[in-house]
């Protein structure tokens, strides 16, 4: 299998009165069998990098850079490739939100099965039941109407569509918001299963504590750009760049001590660091634009990281 290798990918929206810059500048790659989360505060762009792979940006975007999956660049791609051979196919989505992308007066089943008899030729196409115990899910469950599912099904139910083309990764846009504590440790454990199974999970949280349980790998996002990018344990238990170590000082079972201030408004970010005003480690360096830079499998970009 191929893996994702995004490069330089920055989206911008163009509004009556303003530009956002919702993605700046951001690079990662993800290999199938790995897991990396994407992790940051609302607002700071982990959504719109997930539309923009898919293709899924409204018309007021711009973006540019590289998405590659084999030889295929997704922000070149016409609607017509992605949606007959990337979405669902090679990459899963599980949207956030997940109820609102159910039709309510259909049940589970006949989503499911109307999926899969799109995705795969009759002969090969595996069975309804057979993807849903992939997502955790009961035979019975699948005969439920939307409104009839809770929280946690209709996040398995969303799992089990995103699985319906046996895509070899999946993005996981926020799927622990509203589940309680054992429906978080089923979904962490449903995480690990695909992993283990050799999919790559891009999974977009911020939800810190199931990021460690789950991703290998761990990317902090903050007005766009990716300030902090290594191994989950090492971010979480030493990280480098001052707003990892705020997010993680945050914290009930650390410091709880908040990030003082407000992230930026992304239609008028500062010239240089955009964490800069909030930052005790701020000097004069940090009007320029910090550059993510690579030590030793771990990359920050600060000029001056803990
Ligand atoms: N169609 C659009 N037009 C203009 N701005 C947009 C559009 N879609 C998103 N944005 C802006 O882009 C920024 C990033 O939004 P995004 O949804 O990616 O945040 P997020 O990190 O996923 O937040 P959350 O954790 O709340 O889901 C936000 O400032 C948002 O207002
Ligand atoms: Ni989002």
Not at 91 to 113: M, N
Not at 238 to 254: C, E, I, T
């Amino acid at each position: 299998m191929v893996g994702l290798t995004v490069d330089s990918l920055s989206v911008r929206f163009t509004l009556p009165d303003a530009r956002v810059a919702a993605v700046s500048d951001v690079s990662f790659s993800l290999a199938p069998g790995e897991c990396l989360a994407l992790v940051g505060e609302s607002g700071c762009g982990k959504s719109v990098l997930a539309s923009a792979l898919l293709g899924f940006l409204p018309g007021n975007a711009e973006v540019a850079g590289s998405a590659m999956l084999g030889p295929l660049d997704l922000l070149a791609a016409s609607d017509q490739v992605l949606s007959q051979q990337v979405r669902g196919r090679q990459i899963g989505l599980v949207p956030q939100s997940p109820a609102a992308h159910l039709t309510p007066v259909r049940t589970a089943r006949a989503q499911l099965d109307e999926a899969l008899r799109h995705l795969h030729p009759a002969e090969t196409r595996p069975s309804a039941d057979e993807v849903a115990k992939r997502a955790g899910l009961q035979p019975a469950d699948l005969d439920l109407y939307p409104h009839q599912l809770s929280g946690g099904m209709a996040q398995r139910v969303a799992t089990a569509l995103a699985l319906a083309g046996d895509p070899w990764m999946i993005i996981a846009d926020e799927p622990t918001t509203g589940l309680d504590r054992a429906l978080v440790d089923a979904l962490v454990a449903e995480l690990r299963l695909l992993v283990a199974d050799g999919r790559a999970v891009l999974l977009i949280t911020h939800d810190l504590a199931a990021a460690r349980r789950v991703a290998d790998r761990i990317a902090v996002m903050y007005a766009g750009r990716l300030v902090e990018v290594g191994p989950a344990h090492e971010v979480l238990d030493s990280p480098r760049h001052p707003y990892a170590r705020g997010l993680v000082d945050s914290l009930p079972d650390r410091a709880f001590t908040p990030i003082r201030g407000l992230p930026p408004v992304l239609t008028d970010l500062p010239p240089g660091c955009a964490f800069g005003p909030r930052c005790d480690r701020v000097t004069a360096e940090c009007s320029d634009s910090p550059q993510l830079t690579v030590l030793n499998g771990h990359a920050v970009a600060c000029h001056n990281p803990c």
